[in-house]
């Protein structure tokens, strides 16, 4: 076994933000690596996530995860290799996925990794359509959703990781219509010529409730929201009688400092008999057999696409998980180590 390495380096959240976080929340520190104790393996890291939820972690709130502590390293998903293993489950030279992202080299307990299987998709797929966001994009739709064939389809924050396979898979699954919202005239491009979403329109160039209206005359059955705020407002507007929504994320107010108004319009639910369902994806593991199978093999026959945008090197993380909040991914944002 080639010699381990001694340090290695991990980010610590060193401040809570206020507002959007800044480079001063953050500090990236050189830790020791120790030889994994019983039970544990040794990872280097070769992808990391950053993914929105995470904002709500560096609040000091009570929510369905922990917060981050302060001067500890932040987690997350990530995938790499074992180069070291204490647990007869696994061997040096396995690919695992596992939670202990933002640093460089990571001690896991055996039972919080996954193996995954380099051959069968490349490595950072399993954080993106083949992990988390896949599954909750299927999940969302098909489950909390209720999608049946001919429903008309809306999902905002549609060109990013979880946006970008709902519209697809409402499109594989019989939807009459899909229409997507983004925040930039490429995105919206790749949407409709690249991903076969029916309509699409940037939020940024006037107001959601008209462009919705213009991209989806005959309204909306399901509404999956990824953004909340003037999204949803204008989805109730939209929505044929009987509609359902998941209520998936609100990245629109995750910097907020203060608490943004409930849509004005939320008296719609009774006289549309709306269902607006909130949802976690650690609700519906078990779906993640079909999901896995179902999406994998659209990968395979180039009936779902995927992007990723990349940033390198542990120094870009911070960067890259604040870009992603701003809007600079198409697809997942993965840093690579
Ligand atoms: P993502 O969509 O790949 O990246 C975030 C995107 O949000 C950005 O690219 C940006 O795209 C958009 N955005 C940022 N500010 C916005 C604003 N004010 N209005 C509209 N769009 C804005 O991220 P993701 O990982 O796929 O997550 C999408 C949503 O799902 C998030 O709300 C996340 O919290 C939620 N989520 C929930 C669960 C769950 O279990 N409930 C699991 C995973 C994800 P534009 O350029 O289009 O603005």
Known sequence: MSALPTTGREWHLVARPQGWPTAEDFALREAAVEAPAAGR???????????????GRMNDVKSYVPPFQLDRPMDGGAVGEVIAS???????GDHVLHGLGWREYASVKAEHATKVDPDAAPLSAYLGVLGMPGLTAYAGLLEVASFKKGDAVFVSGAAGAVGSQVGQIARLKGASRVIGSAGSDDKVRYLVDEL????????????????????????????FDNVGGEHLEAALTAFNV?????????????????????PRNLALVIGKRLRLQGMLVGDHAHL???????VAG????GDLKY????AEGIDTAVDAFVGMLRGQNTGKMIVAL
């Open 41 to 55: 393996i040794l990872v280097r890291n070769a992808f990391m996530s950053v993914d929105p939820y995470m904002r």
């Open 242 to 262: 009987h509609g359902r929504a998941t209520i998936c994320g609100m990245i629109s107010v995750y910097n907020d400092t203060e608490a943004s108004p409930a």
């Open 86 to 92: 204490a647990d007869d489950r696994f061997q040096v």
């Open 298 to 301: 659209w990968v395979r026959s």
């Open 196 to 223: 076969g979403f029916d309509a699409a329109f940037n939020y940024k160039n006037g107001p959601v409730v008209e462009q919705l209206r213009a991209a989806a005359p005959g309204g909306i059955d399901v509404y």
């Open 288 to 294: 993640q057999e079909q999901f896995v199978s179902d």
């Open 307 to 310: 992007r990723e945008t990349r």
